[in-house]
């Protein structure tokens, strides 16, 4: 069983910068593919950004590439979301994934990933 605890969510003004982490309670973090998806009130959660088990690959949703990093940190456990240049329609509430799987792929839907957060909430101001 994989916990997942999200932190670091708050209230942005536009144009402001976000760090959410991550922290994974599982002996073998480093055998999974971590997740960023976000869901905003009366919308389908959707996909952020992923990197896979050792750093090698990443990707991004179109709508955040270029302001948004993934990164993880294998001996600590974490996974972070740093977010740049924040706009309001990236306001929701941003929740952590996991699948346990060792490979350079990343899918992007929701199905694919087996272990979900409870999620940190992200608010920008216009």
């Known amino acids: 069983q994989v916990q997942l605890v999200e932190s670091g969510g708050g209230l942005v003004q536009a144009g402001g910068s976000l760090r959410l982490s991550c922290a994974a309670s599982?002996?073998?973090?480093?055998?999974?593919?971590m997740g960023w998806f976000r869901q905003a009130p009366g919308k389908e959660r959707e996909f952020v950004a992923a990197?896979?088990?050792?750093?090698?690959?990443?990707t991004y949703a179109d709508s955040v590439k270029g302001r948004f990093t993934i990164s993880r940190d294998n001996a600590k456990n974490t996974v972070d979301l740093q977010m740049n240049s924040l706009k309001p329609e990236d306001t929701g509430v941003y929740v952590c994934?996991?699948?346990?799987?060792?490979?350079?792929?990343?899918?992007?839907?929701?199905?694919?990933?087996?272990?979900w957060g409870q999620g940190t909430q992200v608010t920008v101001s216009s």
């Open positions: 990197i896979n088990w050792n750093g090698g690959s990443s």
């Open positions: 994934a996991a699948r346990g799987i060792v490979s350079r792929i990343i899918v992007t839907t929701t199905r694919w990933y087996d272990y």
């Open positions: 599982v002996r073998t973090f480093s055998s999974y593919t």
